[in-house]
């Protein structure tokens, strides 16, 4: 993983003591996004906005523990980016979140990143598939969240939240170079108790799926469905 607390450190003013008191920041990505001059650009550009908010929220916890006089700890926010399929158009990265903040307990989150290598920038699975795949995609992806869910003792949710507004990846499950699965990124509360965690969604795209996607390069149905 490429170095961040390090080059965060690097780029914090005098208080950075103080801030560090305040919050354990880390992010980090793999070197293979390190390898590619403008997704690194991209990839610093999203460190370097990362700890505001997180630093501002830590300011107000700390300065209302006082008022309460009520101990405060240090709050964390760890985001660590990893590749999860690659092609020769494509990196697909998601990125893990873990944050305190001096709640009843730790929380978790998540991000995707799509990054074009022909046109050199970011891109979505959202902007990929467009919002007609997403709403053929939606019943499987109900169907199999229901099931995970179930399957943890959980009860699935009475409606089933959007595909549309989850964190979406892509995986190449056989490495053949072809994305042929949407890989979902649910983290708790969205589908079931925080007790029953995060889950993840795999769902393969059927054949025709991709019939009215534009740019299609990378991306292909599974053979057979």
């Known amino acids: 993983m490429i170095a961040l607390a390090a080059l965060l450190l690097a780029a914090q003013p005098a208080g950075a003591a103080a801030e560090r008191a305040l919050l354990d920041f880390r992010y980090d990505w793999p070197a293979e996004a390190e390898a590619i001059p403008a997704l690194r650009t991209e990839l610093q550009r999203r460190r370097r906005a990362a700890p505001d908010e997180a630093l501002a929220n830590a300011r107000e916890t700390s300065d209302s523990s006082r008022d309460a006089h009520v101990p405060f700890h240090t709050e964390m926010h760890h985001q660590s980016w990893s590749v999860e399929a690659r092609n020769g158009r494509y990196l697909a990265l998601t ?12 929380n978790r989150g998540f991000e995707a990143l799509i990054w074009d290598r022909r046109r050199n920038r970011p891109t979505s699975v959202r902007a990929l598939l467009g919002p007609a795949v997403l709403a053929r995609l939606t019943p499987a992806f109900c169907s199999h969240l229901a099931a995970a869910v179930q399957a943890r003792g959980g009860e699935p949710p009475s409606h089933c939240p959007p595909l549309a507004e989850q964190v979406l990846s892509f995986l190449d499950q056989d490495g053949n170079g072809r994305f042929e699965t949407v890989h979902v990124l649910i983290p708790p509360y969205v589908a079931a108790s925080y007790a029953d965690g995060s889950f993840v969604v795999d769902v393969l795209l059927n054949r025709g799926d991709l019939a009215g996607v534009a740019d299609r390069e990378g991306l292909e149905e599974t053979p057979g469905r």
């Open 95 to 106: 990125a893990d979140i873990r944050t305190d903040q001096n709640g009843a307990h730790p």
